[in-house]
């Protein structure tokens, strides 16, 4: 099982020495990504975006850690959009795509390769395009010769994971004022406080004891974890929770959204890794005399982080289905971790979830003594792969 200091979480030379490229002072940022990318947009005419007219579709071009970009547009244009909105990671363009419709690409460099190829075709066949990405790129430039609507991001933007507001804003301001979805500049706004108090609170002169990212991290630690998702605003988060704890804290998780996901959750509670072994009877406590070295380690529990889409004590649909799980977690002797947002338009409260998950994520990395942003298996990755980042 990963062993985590807690030690480590408030030794503010070791989050230092281990986090190269400043992963959590650019988290803290993501209020004043919104702020800046908001500032960029307006000046870079996005309300021009289709000429201002709205198209027949919506096709979102993005993958690695900008797909949460096309995630959060399809969950927010799902409940009442006049018109499709669909993604694709990489090439071959639908063949319906034409004068039409609107292809957004997305991509932090402006080189990675799916969104590039399909801004393309896009631009060839008479789309209108928004691109998003590095001001001077290949996809900068193919929106221009295509006479779309390209916003560039801020400088100092390195990682697609710790740079996502600065992606996302842009996007959700062309799609608000074509009509497509809810969120304006007043609901960016609220987001922005958001962020701006999940950071102070996440901060990492914060101790582990009162910080709850720090406290999150500690907890799941050492198990098997699951995100489970209420609603469509959480299941966002815990898409982007499975994402970044694969990514940034090397632990693979699963995740699922409420109602369908309940029996897979529940099922897992009669496995291997809750209190029986899936034998159906409690299992002995841990020995505290046990010697790790003679013998057999211990077995890793489940555990399951529980995003909630509303704030806490809100009544939902799914409220009780939700606590009917949690209490069967507990149980069972899993570990669960809830996570309610502040009160507020559902770009706050996702803004709200999403920054609890990556602080959780970083922190889960650094007290494992892993550098949030270095993995040599990736860079290996790379190297075959060529150069297709986000």
Not at 39 to 57: F, I, K, M, S
Not at 59 to 83: I, R
Not at 135 to 161: E, F, K, N, Q, Y
Request: hydrophobic share 45%; charged share 20%; aromatic share 4%.
């Amino acid at each position: 099982m990963p062993y985590l200091d807690e030690s480590w979480l408030d030794d503010a030379r070791h989050l230092e020495r281990c986090d190269s490229r400043d992963s959590l002072r650019a988290l803290a940022t993501a209020g004043a990504q919104v702020r800046e990318a908001m500032t960029l947009a307006r000046e870079a005419g996005v309300e021009r975006t289709a000429d201002g007219e709205r198209p027949r579709a919506v096709l979102v071009g993005a993958l690695g850690g900008s797909a949460v970009v096309a995630d959060v547009l399809e969950t927010f244009a799902q409940p009442g959009a006049p018109v499709p909105v669909i993604t694709r990671r990489d090439v071959p363009l639908p063949g319906w795509v034409g004068p039409l419709d609107l292809v957004v690409a997305v991509s932090l460099s402006g080189r990675a390769a799916g969104p590039l190829a399909l801004a393309s075709e896009a631009a060839r066949r008479g789309a209108s395009l928004l691109t998003v990405g590095a001001a001077d790129s290949p996809l900068a430039d193919v929106c221009a010769r295509a006479r779309g609507t390209h916003i560039p991001v801020g400088r100092g933007r390195t990682s697609s994971r710790t740079a996502m507001w600065s992606l996302l804003t842009p996007v959700l301001m062309a799609a608000g004022h074509l009509g497509l979805i809810d969120v304006t500049n007043s609901h960016l706004e609220q987001a922005i406080t958001h962020l701006d108090r999940e950071a102070e609170v996440c901060r990492p002169s914060s101790e582990h004891f009162v910080n709850p990212a720090k406290l999150a991290a500690l907890q799941l630690a050492g198990t098997v974890p699951m995100a489970l998702a209420d609603g469509p605003v959480a299941a966002v988060a815990a898409r982007r929770a499975a994402s970044m704890f694969a990514r940034t804290a090397r632990v693979p998780m699963t995740w699922g959204e409420l109602p369908d996901a309940a029996a897979s959750v529940v099922a897992t509670l009669d496995g291997p890794f809750t209190a029986g072994g899936g034998s159906g009877a409690a299992s002995a406590p841990d020995d505290i005399f046990a010697d790790p070295f003679l013998d057999a380690p211990r077995q890793p529990g489940l555990g399951l982080l529980s995003l909630h889409s509303d704030p806490e004590g809100a009544v939902s649909d799914l409220a009780g289905v939700a606590a009917g799980v949690q209490d069967s977690a507990f149980a069972a002797g899993a570990t669960v971790v809830e996570v309610h947002p502040g009160d507020g338009p559902p770009i706050a409260r996702l803004a709200e979830l999403v920054q609890r998950v990556d602080f959780t994520a970083t922190y889960l990395a650094l007290g494992q003594g892993l550098d949030p942003n270095v993995s040599r298996h990736v860079t290996q990755l790379r190297d075959h792969l060529g150069d297709r980042r986000a």
